[in-house]
């Protein structure tokens, strides 16, 4: 049987100085979606930089179980207040949006 987990690498672009708060809202996060048992067992990670302008990003990545539960996060009233207060945290840019969620596969090198 194929794995049928999916690869979220989430991209935040961070109003200045609220990266802290944003890394605290991440564990939160975490916290959730195992408790609702939609992510695997896979650890999160994050990364910091910065954008081309020097502005803050951030990187998370994490495991769905499958995409049925990406979707049943999007329906979830706990999972739907998380995201809601990291969207202030957060601006778009040079027309992009505050966040993206592009669901990737790995490849093996």
Same mark, same amino acid.
């Given at each position: @049987?194929? !794995?049928?987990?999916? =690869? *979220? =690498?989430? %991209?935040?672009?961070?109003?200045?100085?609220?990266?802290?708060?944003?890394?605290?809202?991440?564990? !939160?996060?975490? $916290?959730?979606?195992? /408790?609702? !048992?939609?992510?695997?067992?896979?650890?999160? *990670?994050?990364?910091?930089?910065? !954008? $081309? $302008?020097?502005?803050?990003?951030?990187?998370? =990545?994490? *495991?769905?179980?499958?995409?049925?539960?990406?979707?049943?996060? %999007?329906?979830?009233?706990?999972?739907?207040?998380?995201?809601? /207060? @990291?969207?202030?945290?957060?601006?778009? /840019?040079?027309?992009?949006?505050?966040?993206?969620?592009? %669901? *990737?596969? /790995?490849? =093996?090198?």
């Amino acid at each position: @049987m194929a !794995d049928e987990s999916a =690869i *979220v =690498i989430c %991209h935040f672009r961070v109003k200045a100085g609220c990266e802290d708060e944003l890394m605290k809202l991440f564990c !939160d996060h975490d $916290a959730v979606l195992r /408790r609702l !048992d939609l992510v695997t067992d896979e650890p999160g *990670v994050v990364y910091r930089g910065a !954008d $081309a $302008a020097g502005r803050p990003m951030l990187w998370k =990545i994490f *495991v769905w179980k499958n995409e049925a539960a990406a979707g049943a996060a %999007h329906q979830h009233p706990d999972v739907a207040e998380l995201w809601e /207060r @990291m969207e202030p945290l957060c601006e778009a /840019r040079d027309g992009a949006p505050s966040m993206e969620f592009p %669901h *990737v596969q /790995r490849t =093996i090198l």
